[in-house]
């Protein structure tokens, strides 16, 4: 018999507020999460898609759009970290690059989560290799998430947006650069 449950990830911020985040899944009568349909169908990580999350909507859509042209893959773009972790339970991506700083959720948090699920369903779904950018470089917890394993990368703003191509291809060198590819502008400042 399959049943439902809750499970309740919570996270205090800087002013001490909680906020939850519920994700309802099915379980197994062994304690593992039943893998629901849309993750079963791509239990492989995807050769060709991007997963990027950070609330600067406008550095947002310039990273998508280098990421497109660069490597000539799908990009899913939101600056909604909830919003991201639906999306990354319902497609399979190849690297994630998240905002270290966010509101509610920050980057660590949503990759945290996000391996939580991969890690619970049967069976267990690869995680991929997470980017980190961020304004605030230096910060302790943004050097210790470096030795965090999956965390393969971190840019502090402003940086070139070939360095973050860079740092793709060091995570993802399967990833094919587009013939002709033209040099990318500086972002964040």
């Known amino acids: 018999m399959v049943g439902t449950s809750r499970l309740w990830l919570r996270r205090a911020d800087s002013s001490e507020r909680s906020s939850s985040l519920r994700l309802f899944c099915h379980h197994r009568l062994e304690g593992k999460l039943e893998t629901l349909d849309h993750l079963a169908q791509a239990s492989a990580v995807s050769e060709k898609r991007i997963l990027v999350v950070d609330d600067d909507t406008s550095l ?26 639906e999306l990354a339970l319902k497609k399979r991506y190849r690297v994630f690059v998240f905002d270290f700083s966010m509101p509610m959720i920050d980057g660590a948090m949503l990759f945290a989560l996000i391996a939580k699920v991969y890690n619970h369903v049967n069976p267990p779904l690869v995680v991929p290799p997470l980017i980190l950018i961020s304004g605030r470089g230096d910060e302790a917890r943004a050097q210790e998430l470096m030795k965090e394993a ?5 840019l502090p703003k402003p940086f070139a947006m070939n360095r973050l191509m860079e740092k793709i291809s060091e995570v993802a060198p399967d990833l094919q650069v587009a013939e002709g590819e033209s040099t990318l502008p500086k972002v964040g400042e």
Request: proline share 6%.
């Open 60 to 85: 947002t859509r310039l990273i998508s759009e280098a990421l497109r042209s660069r490597f000539r893959c799908e990009v899913d773009a939101t600056p909604n970290p909830e919003y991201g972790f």
């Open 150 to 154: 999956g965390v393969r990368g971190f």
